[in-house]
């Protein structure tokens, strides 16, 4: 059974930073493609950032310069270094993998930021 949960969300100031970590388990990790996505209130869920095995990245051109998304195969672990937050980054943020063509999701976790 393939997991993934998301931690690290909370409330931070404007011109602030988080740190999410997205923690997978039944799978494969070294060999798969992990991304982030965010929803904010209202709005359609949108792709953020995400990482090859090899470690080549990619990300929302909203994001690039601020976010930083990373890998650590010995804690099967994702990380999403979020720094220069503005208030427009408030979302919910979700963890995604892709195994044999099915996808799976965390359950997501809130980040605020306040003006």
């Known amino acids: 059974q393939v997991q993934l949960v998301e931690f690290g969300g909370g409330l931070v100031q404007a011109g602030g930073s988080l740190r999410l970590s997205c923690v997978v388990s039944?799978?494969?990790?070294?060999?798969?493609?992990i991304e982030w996505y965010r929803q904010a209130q209202g709005k359609q869920r949108e792709w953020v950032a995400g990482i090859t095995s090899g470690g080549s990245t990619n990300y929302l051109d909203a994001v690039e310069g601020r976010f930083t998304i990373s890998r650590d195969s010995s804690e099967n672990t994702v990380y999403l270094q979020m720094n220069s937050l503005k208030p427009e980054d408030t979302a919910v943020y979700y963890c995604?993998?892709?195994?044999?063509?099915?996808?799976?999701w965390g359950k997501g976790t809130l980040v605020t930021v306040s003006s």
């Open positions: 995604k993998t892709v195994i044999r063509r099915v996808d799976y």
């Open positions: 039944g799978s494969t990790f070294r060999s798969t493609f």
